[in-house]
């Protein structure tokens, strides 16, 4: 299957044994289809979580 780059960009980043091990069960408990699925929520759902609350410094 194609990977459609107008849509998707490929990320790597390092990520401490202690968080993966949580991503897994949230994965699993949430019964997503991939770790990647899962990921995207997570990020999805703590940039929601941020952008609802005030900025700790207007001026950054």
């Known amino acids: 299957m194609a ?3 107008e849509k998707w960009a490929r990320k ?3 990520l401490e044994h202690d968080l ?5 069960k949230y994965q699993f408990r949430n019964e997503f289809e991939s ?8 990020v999805n ?5 941020v952008s609802t609350k ?3 410094d207007a001026g950054a």
């Open 54 to 56: 005030a900025p700790a």
């Open 20 to 24: 993966v091990a949580q991503v897994k």
């Open 12 to 14: 790597v980043v390092l």
């Open 3 to 5: 990977i459609d780059t």
């Open 35 to 42: 770790e990647s699925d899962a990921i995207c929520l997570l």
């Open 45 to 49: 759902a703590g940039l929601d979580a």
